[in-house]
């Protein structure tokens, strides 16, 4: 782009952002820097001579200040100015880059490059520095030779030798060199410190948003504790299996403990083998359905599939988060159930790839199944086939020992009775993870293949009794799960798998034991290892539980020592009890005549700044009444339309709530209601909404009542007066206090409180002096409102020479300012006391006014008080409607909070409370654990000696 071009017209991409404001940067600078240089060398016309020219006439006795210069520029050019072109580039690039991206992270790589470049330059500089100072060195040494002619006399001049013309010029350079180095230096200081700013900056953010992560996290844990203490008081576990009930413990325990995790805690059964060694179908004949996809030596299980087994009168299967409720009996629902599950696998596999590790959870339940919980892998391959993602082998082999190293699991170890034992690597993989076999189960899938294949039976024999994989294993199974036919269903297989081991010669040769053949068996024997390894994980649970209700227990005996546990909803109660009476006691108190003349006392609060400055200082600058009361018409006559209608309405809102505020501030040590109270203002204040034409009708009244310029009688004048003498002498004391604070303590304080006067009271004190002549304590007329031009800096030069500063002239201004009020205030106040038997009285005859309005400003004071007093009536009436049905809205909200669990954790927050949920939950877990421990006992799950 043009150098002109302005580069935010230019649409940035954020990538390149930082280099595309370096070139513009650079491009900027650039063109500065060549008229620089252009002008440069316009006064330097030796530049303009060929460098080896120069160094001749340096050699043949010429003057060597040419060459110096040259030499000196080049280096200046290329180490300098380049560079220097690169860093304001870069500077400029960063600004536009905060200027397209405000949330810039991280400036850090191009403070980095600015700070190697500068440092670059110093260098550079530093030798330059060090080459031109010895030619300083040589020139003074030529300027001190006896050879070299020291002068020549001619023509009434002096030629310096060619040696010193040098030696200056050189230094002249050196000065330059100086010069820049401190520029540079100036530069690299502010990049650092611009990336410091933003690096802060980023660092708060960080620290803002980790704070607010802890916040929510806490919160988090808080909620679902409360949700698990009411959903054990709502629900019943008399109903429920055994299956359901470990379920509960642990979802119990990970809705009350965030960090832990019940999938890792749920045993389960892992199936792990080769691909296509039947392993799916050994799950298949355990969960009595052919519910999983199935194809000819294809991968069909690309995705691990969880199927957790339960009792039930029908046949049943569905995939978690799926209502599709499929029948197991009907080959029909089965075939849809398949092709569900497939698309679920697809889903979950990236592009490109083969397998994931996405687990899809389905729940099988029918008459006489095992409760227990299957895990099927998908199977272990040997190498990649044609259009198989290379890394799909070692994904499988992660996912299996991933799955199987979970210290729950009992490892079913598939192994294909027809193949070679040397081609399988599934038992090295479950050997690393159980050594000792104590949670593997052995399974040889295919016997029946196997002895069609007339494989040696003492192979067979050798396989079952673990003398061949080298590996262990707590129990060795022989099974068949497959017929001639691919689409026979589980009872045909079963029919088929009992006909073979009855009439099988390897098997009734005593190969093994009858109660190792058969799915049947095998079921029987994972179900018992399922149940143990559960017992086991419930007794380490309780355990832990225990521990943890004893460490609890002893940190609410330091912490709360001697206070009762309450649980949350009891202490709701308390606090809905403690606001609702509150609030019904401040309705009680805060009678109509009290809340009207509150709202009066907080209305002309509100509105005193307005009325003193504006309204009666300002309108009074002349000095002259008739001016006075035309100001005020003005002002009073637009008022009500442009903001006192609706401040009065602000005001009145403010104090409801405000008052409510201090019904509700009952003692809270630890603050456990303050949420609660809260809460409870924002719903006063969300109702509370004045009706449609309350602020009409509240402007025709002050409309009316500023209007009215008319004094009825020698009473009401008084009033006026006595309203207007006290808002003056209050007003005239606040302005004396401001000058107090302005100029600082006395000596004396200052010694007894060992402070000093700051610059800015020492000023304000001295300008004081200065101006007191303007305004003699002695005069009762009041002083001209502003100080001439002439005045003014007369003043100036005087606070100027009594401080030792220099101040201005807008300074004095406003000290004057300031000054003139508070003598106007004074005036006004005396006035008041003049005017109060001055009823009858013309205003020729009222000119003793010490503030020259001839009491014109009573008028005034007189509309106030009655817009006042109607004005503070009208909102007392607005606010004893809305004061009249807050309690019942109120009332109506606390029962909302109480009904949900949500709000309810919300509203009362405390340490204490945590904490004693904690205990509650805790111990609601060691309950659930020993009434599971009591029914896996009752049921046979375990012996009752465990």
């Known amino acids: 782009?043009?150098?002109?071009?302005?580069?935010?017209?230019?649409?940035?991409?954020?990538?390149?952002?930082?280099?595309?404001?370096?070139?513009?940067?650079?491009?900027?600078?650039?063109?500065?820097?060549?008229?620089?240089?252009?002008a440069r060398r316009a006064q330097l016309p030796a530049l303009h001579t060929p460098l080896p020219t120069q160094i001749h006439r340096s050699f043949t006795g010429g003057t060597v200040a040419s060459a110096a210069t040259s030499v000196v520029w080049v280096m200046v050019r290329r180490v300098v100015l380049y560079p220097a072109i690169l860093i304001a580039g870069g500077s400029f690039g960063v600004e536009e880059a905060k200027k397209r991206l405000p949330d810039l992270p991280d400036l850090g790589p191009v403070g980095e490059a600015a700070s190697s470049v500068t440092a670059g330059i110093l260098e550079m500089l530093k030798t330059g520095e060090a080459k031109l100072n010895e030619m300083v060195e040589d020139g003074k040494r030529a300027g001190d030779s006896p050879s070299s002619p020291s002068?020549?006399?001619?023509?009434?001049?002096?030629?310096?030798?060619?040696?010193?013309?040098?030696?200056a010029e050189a230094e002249r350079f050196l000065s330059e060199i100086n010069r820049l180095r401190r520029k540079?230096?100036?530069?690299?200081?502010?990049?650092?410190?611009?990336?410091?700013?933003?690096?802060?900056?980023?660092?708060?953010?960080?620290?803002?948003?980790?704070?607010?992560?802890?916040?929510?996290?806490?919160?988090?844990?808080?909620?679902?504790?409360?949700?698990?203490?009411?959903?054990?008081?709502?629900?019943?576990?008399?109903?429920?299996?055994?299956?359901?009930?470990?379920?509960?413990?642990?979802?119990?325990?990970?809705?009350?403990?965030?960090?832990?995790?019940?999938?890792?805690?749920?045993?389960?059964v892992v199936v792990v083998g080769d691909q296509s060694a039947g392993k799916t179908s050994v799950l298949e004949m355990i969960a009595r359905a052919r519910i999983f996809p199935r194809g000819a030596g294809e991968m069909m299980t690309r995705a691990p599939v969880q199927v957790t087994m339960s009792d039930a009168d029908t046949p049943t299967a569905n995939l978690k988060g799926s209502s599709r409720i499929y029948r197991t009996d009907r080959e029909a629902d089965l075939v849809q159930l398949r092709s569900e599950i497939e698309r679920a696998m697809l889903r979950g596999v990236a592009a490109g790839h083969s397998v994931t590790d996405v687990t899809i959870s389905l729940d099988v339940r029918g008459p006489g199944l095992k409760p227990m919980v299957l895990v099927d892998l998908p199977g272990i391959i040997q190498h990649h086939t044609v259009g198989m993602h290379d890394t799909t082998k070692d994904t499988i082999l992660g996912m299996c020992?991933?799955?199987?190293?979970?210290?729950?699991?009992?490892?079913?170890?598939?192994?294909?009775?027809?193949r070679d034992a040397e081609g399988s690597s599934v038992a090295d993989l479950v050997r690393t993870v159980d050594p000792d076999g104590e949670r593997t189960i052995f399974v040889l899938t295919k016997v029946d293949l196997a002895e069609k294949m007339q494989r040696p039976a003492k192979k067979l024999e050798q396989i079952l009794k673990g003398q061949v994989y080298n590996m262990q294993a707590r129990n060795y199974f022989a099974v068949v799960t497959g017929t001639d036919s691919p689409d026979a269903s589980i009872e045909e297989i079963r029919v088929a798998e009992q006909r073979f081991f009855e009439r099988s010669t390897l098997f009734m040769t005593g190969v093994v034991k009858a109660s190792a053949m058969g799915t049947s068996n095998l079921s029987r024997a994972v179900s018992k290892a399922f149940w143990e390894i559960v017992h086991r994980s419930v007794g380490e649970q309780l355990e832990d539980a225990t521990s943890d209700l004893k460490r609890k227990e002893n940190e609410w005996k330091a912490r709360f020592a001697g206070q009762p546990r309450v649980k949350r909803a009891d202490l709701f109660i308390v606090g809905r009890h403690k606001i609702l009476e509150s609030i019904s006691s401040l309705n009680s108190s805060l009678t109509a005549i009290a809340l009207e003349k509150l709202l009066r006392q907080k209305l002309w609060e509100r509105l005193r700044a307005y009325v003193i400055n504006t309204l009666y200082v300002g309108s009074a600058e002349n000095g002259d009444p008739g001016a006075f009361r035309t100001n005020c018409e003005n002002l009073l006559g637009a008022w009500p339309s442009q903001g006192l209608a609706a401040a009065s309405l602000?005001?009145?809102?403010?104090?409801?709530?405000?008052?409510?505020?201090?019904?509700?501030?009952?003692?809270?040590?630890?603050?456990?209601?303050?949420?609660?109270?809260?809460?409870?203002?924002?719903?006063?204040?969300?109702?509370?909404?004045?009706?449609?034409?309350?602020?009409?009708?509240?402007?025709?009244?002050?409309?009316?009542?500023l209007s009215d310029d008319v004094i009825p009688d020698d009473g009401a004048w008084r009033s006026a007066v006595g309203f207007m003498h006290r808002v003056l002498a209050e007003e005239h004391t606040r302005a004396l206090a401001t000058v107090e604070a302005a100029v600082g303590p006395s000596?004396?304080?200052?010694?007894?409180?060992?402070?000093?006067?700051?610059?800015?009271?020492?000023?304000?004190?001295?300008?004081?002096?200065?101006?007191?002549?303007?305004?003699?304590?002695?005069?009762?007329?009041?002083?001209?409102?502003?100080?001439?031009?002439?005045?003014?800096?007369?003043?100036?030069?005087?606070?100027?020479?009594?401080?030792?500063?220099?101040?201005?002239?807008?300074?004095?201004?406003?000290?004057y300012e300031e000054m003139h009020r508070i003598h106007f205030l004074g005036l006004s106040a005396k006035s008041a006391v003049y005017c109060t038997n001055r009823y009858h009285k013309t205003e020729g005859e009222n000119n003793g006014a010490s503030n020259g309005l001839a009491c014109s400003d009573v008028v005034l004071f007189w509309r106030l008080q009655n817009m006042l007093a109607s004005t503070s009536n009208v909102l007392r009436v607005e606010a004893m409607d809305f004061r009249n049905t807050m309690e019942d809205e109120l009332r109506t909200v606390l029962s909302e909070i109480q009904a949900d669990t949500v709000a309810l954790q919300e509203v009362l927050k405390s340490p204490k409370l945590d904490l004693a949920e904690e205990i509650e939950v805790i111990k609601l877990t060691i309950d659930k654990l020993k009434a599971f421990e009591k029914r896996l006992r009752s049921e046979g799950k375990v012996p009752e000696t465990q």
């Open 1 to 38: 782009p043009a150098p002109h071009m302005d580069p935010r017209s230019r649409p940035l991409r954020r990538s390149p952002m930082l280099l595309r404001g370096v070139l513009l940067g650079s491009q900027r600078v650039g063109v500065q820097a060549a008229r620089v240089v252009r």
């Open 151 to 167: 002068s020549r006399e001619g023509a009434g001049d002096r030629v310096l030798p060619p040696g010193a013309a040098d030696a």
């Open 184 to 268: 540079v230096a100036l530069l690299e200081d502010a990049v650092d410190g611009d990336i410091e700013e933003h690096q802060g900056e980023l660092l708060k953010l960080t620290t803002e948003l980790s704070s607010e992560i802890e916040r929510l996290t806490s919160d988090n844990t808080t909620l679902r504790r409360r949700l698990v203490i009411d959903s054990a008081e709502r629900h019943s576990d008399a109903t429920k299996s055994v299956a359901e009930l470990y379920s509960d413990i642990l979802t119990l325990r990970e809705d009350a403990d965030g960090a832990f995790r019940g999938e890792d805690q749920l045993p389960r």
């Open 401 to 418: 020992k991933h799955h199987i190293t979970n210290p729950n699991a009992i490892i079913m170890c598939v192994q294909d009775a027809t």
């Open 650 to 705: 602000g005001v009145a809102r403010d104090t409801l709530i405000s008052e409510m505020e201090t019904a509700v501030d009952f003692p809270d040590e630890d603050g456990t209601f303050s949420p609660l109270k809260q809460r409870a203002l924002k719903t006063c204040a969300e109702n509370l909404v004045w009706g449609p034409n309350t602020r009409k009708k509240l402007q025709s009244i002050q409309d009316l009542r």
């Open 747 to 815: 000596a004396l304080w200052q010694w007894l409180s060992w402070t000093r006067l700051t610059q800015a009271q020492k000023a304000r004190a001295a300008a004081y002096v200065e101006l007191a002549c303007f305004f003699p304590s002695s005069s009762d007329s009041p002083a001209r409102p502003s100080l001439n031009a002439e005045e003014a800096n007369g003043i100036r030069l005087a606070v100027t020479r009594r401080l030792g500063t220099e101040v201005d002239t807008n300074f004095v201004h406003e000290t």
